[in-house]
Antibody, heavy 117, light 110 residues
Framework: EVQLVESGGGLVQPGGSLRLSCAASGFTVSSNYMSWVRQAPGKGLEWVSVIYSGGSTYYADSVKGRFTISRDNSKNTLYLQMNSLRAEDTAVYYC???????????WGQGTMVTVSS | NFMLTQPHSVSESPGKTVTISCTRSSGSIASNYVQWYQQRPGSAPTTVIYEDNQRPSGVPDRFSGSIDSSSNSASLTISGLKTEDEADYYCQSYDSSIWVFGGGTKLTVL
């Protein structure tokens, strides 16, 4: 069964760091386009970052320079390292995969990140 | 960068047909595919339409997608509405390494 399972969310103070993980099963992370999409409480979806199968990475302007997307092929896992966190980063973070670069086919269940003092 | 604008909410009765629009602010709607996602409360999004008008396996043919270059918009049409279709719907497209979602439309089936 194709599945994505996120973990690593939690409560963190402003300025702090957190690393999210997304474990994939049923397919190979390195062969797909892997993304992070977030949703602030009561708000819409916002694309955060993507890593291409070839390794290229892209970021939304709102997180550029603070967040880093990566993957561990041996663990078939996607990561999002989040530094210098702000209150406005509070959201449910979803990982998503696709065989195409322009869409999101498979979604995880999400992990909640709360940035608050 | 461009924006995708959707109506905040729509409502319709069971058995009827509803159309949700998604207007692109700049650049051609036809230059990049449009996807549509359904999100029920407390759940992750799922794809109902990809590549403008393609349905993933398992999505009923009551769901259809189209684009209209004259209005620079995409549309999601749901026919034979069921109460289970009540959800938030998001359009999404891409251009120059930027992935953009519409603001979402809350569909109420009453």
């Amino acid at each position: 069964e194709v599945q994505l399972v996120e973990s690593g969310g939690g409560l963190v103070q402003p300025g702090g760091s957190l690393r999210l993980s997304c474990a994939a099963s049923g397919f190979t992370v390195s062969s797909n386009y892997m993304s992070w999409v977030r949703q602030a409480p009561g708000k819409g979806l916002e694309w955060v970052s993507v890593i291409y199968s070839g390794g290229s990475t892209y970021y939304a302007d709102s997180v550029k320079g603070r967040f880093t997307i990566s993957r561990d092929n041996s663990k078939n896992t996607l990561y999002l390292q989040m530094n210098s966190l702000r209150a406005e980063d509070t959201a449910v973070y979803y990982c998503a995969s696709s065989k195409r670069p322009d869409a999101f086919d498979i979604w995880g269940q999400g992990t909640m990140v709360t940035v608050s003092s | 960068n461009f924006m995708l604008t959707q109506p905040h909410s729509v409502s319709e009765s069971p058995g009827k047909t509803v159309t949700i629009s998604c207007t692109r602010s700049s650049g051609s709607i036809a230059s990049n595919y449009v996807q549509w996602y359904q999100q029920r409360p407390g759940s992750a999004p799922t794809t109902v339409i990809y590549e403008d008008n393609q349905r993933p396996s398992g999505v009923p043919d009551r769901f259809s997608g189209s684009i209209d270059s004259s209005s620079n918009s995409a549309s999601l049409t749901i026919s034979g509405l069921k109460t289970e279709d009540e959800a938030d719907y998001y359009c999404q497209s891409y251009d120059s390494s930027i992935w953009v979602f519409g603001g979402g439309t809350k569909l109420t089936v009453l």
